[in-house]
């Protein structure tokens, strides 16, 4: 089904730039597309990149760049303790070896072993759960891009003592790297078990948050990106991301 959005900004905008901002896809995917004459504003093709479109224009990007964006592989997968997401140093394991025939639930090809399937929001070598890789722009920046505002949940088990004045500093206060972190939920579920609503995702966070007020992360758990849930998928196992999962994410 062909995109179809009319534009309500208040001053013309370059189309590559709007539909970046949108979340449909990058800039550099909207400037393919409109080489290939598959966007059109009020039923007239496009094919000058720098073409702005004017407040109340209606930009449609047809069937077949639909297809185009909707192209890339995205996997969800269940990655165990000892595993790295993306390229690996020497010695390490990366999660993609698991993308395995015997490994797959559900519909889909088995991805070929040189297939790039880059982490979508790493998960570190020490922690486990739902793990997204992906060849699809869209998804991509969905998740991690600037804009994104996607939340992130993590079940968290830690050793030492857990306060309320330490959650109240894991909630809001704390820097990492010289800046302040946003606000994050953080709820404690049992003695030593935490449940973390992070909406950004720095260098090991949750650990290094935790090690700031005194507390040690002993396991890390990721159950949840946006609206896409690790479920009972076994650990270990992947499965193709649905099309309604897909829009979700990008609809953010």
């Known amino acids: 089904m062909a995109f179809v959005r009319t534009y309500d900004g208040a001053e013309p905008v370059r189309i590559n730039k709007w539909l970046g901002q949108t979340g449909v896809c990058s800039r550099r995917e909207a400037e393919g597309l409109i080489a290939d004459g598959l966007v059109s504003i009020d039923g007239e093709v496009v094919r000058d990149a ?29 990655k165990p303790v000892g595993y790295v997401s993306g390229q690996p140093e020497p010695g390490k394991i990366p999660a993609a070896r698991l993308l395995t025939a015997a490994n797959k639930v559900g519909e889909g090809e088995v991805p070929a072993r040189d297939a790039s399937l880059p982490p979508v929001g790493r998960l570190d070598e020490d922690s486990r759960g739902l793990l997204l890789l992906s060849s699809d722009g869209v998804v991509a920046k969905a998740v991690i891009g600037p804009q994104s505002d996607l939340d992130k949940e993590y079940l968290v088990r830690v050793a030492g003592a857990v306060t309320e004045a330490k959650l109240s500093q894991l909630r809001h206060g704390l820097e990492l ?7 994050a939920r953080v709820t404690q579920m049992e003695p030593q078990r935490l449940r973390f609503l992070l909406r950004e995702g720095r260098n090991r966070q949750i650990r290094r948050m935790c090690e700031l007020v005194g507390l040690e992360v002993v396991d890390l ?18 499965r193709m991301l649905t099309a309604d999962e897909r829009a979700a994410l990008i609809k953010g």
Not at 57 to 75: H, M, W
């Open 50 to 78: 720098g073409r702005k479109i004017e407040p109340g224009q209606t930009l449609t990007l047809n069937d077949k760049g639909e297809a185009a964006l909707a192209a890339g592989v995205a996997i969800l997968l269940h």
């Open 177 to 183: 790297d010289g800046r302040q972190l946003k606000p």
């Open 221 to 238: 758990y990721r159950i949840r990106i946006g609206p896409v849930k690790l479920g009972d998928l076994p650990e270990g196992r992947w």
